[in-house]
């Protein structure tokens, strides 16, 4: 007999061996199947942002899962928990522990009818939601982000871990997401705090012997925000504290946000017993932009600033300046102020002088991995891909078109060329290019795309003089 237990642990097999253990773990880990009715199964998500993030994300998964399980007419319900309170209960009952039966327990530092003080949530006012431009470098983050600032402390994601490189937008998007509650929810006290001025209150109210006070002011917090907490590394005491405030906080329902340099794994010199709490919640990552978003970005600081840069400019400074959202908005910044304290029009020439001071590694020469990625990247094909042995037709003319470049715009030889895209030899390259020269001449959409490419690589090659 098939219950909607065994179903759906047939399906997780299935789901398991198609998507990574990570997205699993997030997404899949906290489903509980709920009931079967003939050939519907009812799942039970955690909230509305889930749901919509299955739906959007693995949609087509899913179906075929539950085809092969219930057969052609197999489908799939889901149950939305909404009161925070059944999600808690059902979690205690399965975990067979009782955790969250603290809840009623009341702070007895709080007085009861006495109002609760009204606290300055310091934050930026000028990081929101809406100039946080979205691509996929941070879909995952910005969107937990938002469905948390909708629902504070009542989503799956708590806490919410925020990592990533120095510069691709942590403090922005927290800022964002305490921006957003202060504005929805007045009556929560919000708290953005930095790791370093937290660690410093605990050591001056240690000094004033109040830490009592300063644990208790932060156990009234609705939603903390602390940033970088890698800079907890090494200082035990601050962790110990800050281990109490996490767990009455999250007992209490409260909501936490955390942003560090790197996912929680890999943070060194911090207790196990944190580390394993901020895996509670949901950790994302922020990636680099890509090319369309470091263009997006840049158009709406343009806008922000309410300068006029040429597009080539735009798209000059988006091509070189990669890895960095902050120095994306520092060139950006310099060419404007150059442009007007010298008064010189901005053009590619001020940008070039300015890229090439912030830019750290100017190489002379456009290199055959430079030329690899840009046509990996023009071509959204993955870099292993277009230099493994793979003859899907796009690829293969993708490797072409790379090889031609590679001839016509370095200085490597045939041979050396060819090495660098799996060990093939130079009669392949006199190949390729011959390839590239025929289709150019057959078809203008094709010529057209490689005049692109060559722009693009032109442009690397300018920018690194
Ligand atoms: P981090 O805290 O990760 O070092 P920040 O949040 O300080 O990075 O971001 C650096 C700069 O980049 C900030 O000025 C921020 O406004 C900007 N920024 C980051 N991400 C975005 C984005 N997605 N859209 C617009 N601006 C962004
Ligand atoms: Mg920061």
């Not at 002011?217 to 035990?236: E, H």
């Amino acid at each position: 007999m098939k219950d909607h237990l065994s179903v759906w642990d047939n399906c997780l097999v299935t789901i398991k061996k198609s998507i990574n253990p990570q997205s699993f773990k997030t997404w899949f880990d906290p489903i509980r199947p709920v009931k079967l009715d003939q050939s519907s199964l009812t799942i039970q998500v955690p909230n509305n942002f889930f749901y919509e993030w299955l739906e959007e994300n693995y949609v087509g998964l899913l179906k075929k899962t539950i085809r092969k399980e219930l057969g052609e007419d197999g489908r799939l319900e889901y149950q939305i928990v909404v009161d925070n309170h059944t999600d808690a209960t059902l979690h205690s009952n399965e975990r067979g522990n009782n955790f969250y039966s603290t809840e009623h327990i009341r702070n007895p530092f709080v007085i009861p009818g006495i109002k609760k003080i009204k606290v300055d949530p310091q934050l930026n006012p000028k990081y929101r939601f809406e100039n946080f431009i979205e691509g996929d470098c941070n879909k995952l983050a910005r969107s937990a982000g938002l469905a948390i600032s909708k629902n504070p402390g009542g989503t799956a994601f708590n806490p919410l871990v925020i990592y990533g490189d120095v510069g691709l937008g942590k403090t922005h998007l927290a800022h964002a997401i305490g921006n957003e509650v202060v504005s929805k929810f007045p009556k929560k006290s919000t708290l953005y705090i930095s790791t370093e001025r937290f660690t410093n209150q605990i050591i001056e109210s240690i000094r004033k012997n109040s830490i009592n006070d300063l644990v208790n002011f932060y156990q009234s917090i609705d939603l903390l925000i602390v940033d970088d907490i890698q800079f907890l590394s090494g200082k035990a005491k601050t962790q110990e504290i800050f281990f109490n405030i996490f767990n009455e906080l999250h007992q209490l329902g409260k909501q936490i946000i955390i942003t560090s340099d790197r996912p929680p794994k890999s943070l060194e010199g911090i207790q196990d017993r944190l580390i394993s709490r901020f895996k509670w919640g949901l950790s994302a990552d922020l990636q680099s932009p890509d090319f369309e978003t470091r263009m997006a970005i840049l158009l709406a600081k343009m806008e922000l600033e309410g300068v006029t840069i040429p597009p080539e400019v735009i798209e000059f400074i988006s091509y070189n300046v990669k890895n960095n959202i902050r120095e994306l908005e520092g060139v950006l910044i310099s060419i404007v102020a150059q442009s007007t304290l010298n008064n010189k029009e901005i053009d590619l020439i001020l940008a070039k002088q300015v890229v090439e001071s912030f830019v750290s590694e100017v190489n002379n020469e456009i290199t055959v991995e430079n030329i690899k990625e840009l046509v990996a990247d023009y071509f959204k094909i993955p870099l292993d891909k277009l230099q493994g042995k793979t003859r899907k037709r796009e690829v293969v003319i993708a490797r072409q078109l790379s090889m031609y470049l590679a001839k016509n715009h370095t200085t490597n030889s045939l041979k050396t060329i060819g090495d660098q895209f799996g060990g093939r030899d130079h009669s392949t390259v006199i190949y390729s290019c011959r390839t590239v020269q025929d289709l150019m001449d057959t078809d203008i959409l094709f010529k057209d795309t490689v005049f692109e490419l060559e722009k693009k690589v032109q442009m690397t090659i300018s920018s690194a003089q």
